[in-house]
C-alpha cells in the first residue's frame, strides 16, 4: 500500500510539473464576439505560441508541444579517419585542425552565429576532444599536445619539447555538446612525426595543410594500438559507443 501511494504521489508530481510549464495559446477568429468562442491550445516550456494555431518551437526542440529535444550527429568533412602528418621539432602552436559539422547548425540554429551556439542553440554545438596520447605511452600530464574544444585545432602546448625523429599518436574524439544526449563519439586518429630537421620544401611557421600534411606513406593508428571501437579507414569514422 505504501508503495502503491509513493508511486501515485509521483505521477501527481510529475502532472503537475508537466502543467505548470506548459503554456495556454490563444487566437481570436476574425469573425469571434467574446470569449466563448476563443481558440486555445496547449504548448510545453521549450515553444512560443503560434500566430493561429500551434506551436513555434525553440531552437533544438521538436514535437506537436516542443517537448522532444533532438540532437543530430555532428559529421567529419575528412575523408578519412586515420591522417598521418609530418611537423619540424621547432614548429609551434597548431599542427592540425579537425574539421566537423552539424545538420542542427542549419536545420534547428539557423541565424545563429557559430560562436554562440554552445548557448543558443546547443544541439548544434561540436566540441572537440578529449584528446589522448596514445604511444609513446606517457601519463596525461606529459601530452606535448592538447585540443581546443571550440575550433578544433590540435596545439602543441607552450612549454613542450617535441622529441626530432618521434612518433605521436594521437586519439582525439568529436562529439555533441550534450554527450549524454547522444549515442557516442566520432574518433580521429592522428599520427604526428617529428622530422629530424626542418623540410627543405615547409617554410618555418607554414601550418597549413600542404606544407605538413603527407598521404605518401600514412601509417594507421589501428596497425598500432587496437581501437576503442569500430574503426574504418575511408570516408567513414570510427564510432565509440557509450551504453544509454
Not at 598521418?84 to 541565424?111: E, L, M, R, W
Request: with cysteine.
Amino acid at each position: 500500500m505504501k508503495l502503491r501511494r509513493q508511486r501515485s504521489l509521483g505521477l501527481l508530481l510529475l502532472m503537475a510539473a508537466s502543467l505548470a510549464a506548459a503554456r495556454e495559446c490563444q487566437h481570436r477568429p476574425r469573425d469571434c464576439k467574446d470569449d466563448s468562442c476563443l481558440v486555445t491550445w496547449q504548448c510545453g516550456e521549450n515553444s512560443q505560441c503560434g500566430a493561429r494555431r500551434g506551436c513555434v518551437c525553440l531552437p533544438c526542440y521538436s514535437g506537436d508541444t516542443c517537448d522532444d529535444y533532438v540532437d543530430r550527429y555532428p559529421i567529419m568533412l575528412q575523408e578519412a579517419s586515420d591522417v598521418f602528418i609530418k611537423i619540424s621539432p621547432d614548429h609551434s602552436g597548431s599542427v592540425y585542425q579537425v574539421n566537423a559539422t552539424d545538420d542542427d547548425q542549419t536545420i534547428s540554429c539557423t541565424n545563429i552565429a557559430r560562436t554562440n551556439l554552445f548557448t543558443e542553440c546547443p544541439c548544434g554545438a561540436i566540441e572537440y576532444g578529449p584528446l589522448k596520447l596514445m604511444r609513446p605511452f606517457s601519463s596525461a600530464d606529459e601530452n606535448p599536445f592538447k585540443m581546443d574544444p571550440v575550433t578544433g585545432d590540435v596545439l602543441i602546448k607552450d612549454s613542450a619539447l617535441l622529441e626530432p625523429g618521434e612518433t605521436y599518436y594521437l586519439q582525439l574524439q568529436i562529439q555533441p555538446y550534450k554527450p549524454s544526449l547522444a549515442s557516442g563519439a566520432l574518433v580521429l586518429n592522428l599520427t604526428v612525426e617529428v622530422m629530424q630537421s626542418a623540410p627543405p620544401h615547409a617554410a618555418e611557421g607554414d601550418t597549413s595543410e600542404s606544407a605538413f600534411l603527407h598521404h605518401d606513406h600514412p601509417v594507421p593508428l589501428s596497425q598500432v594500438i587496437p581501437a576503442a571501437g569500430p574503426q574504418v579507414t575511408g570516408a567513414v569514422l570510427g564510432l565509440i559507443t557509450h551504453n544509454s
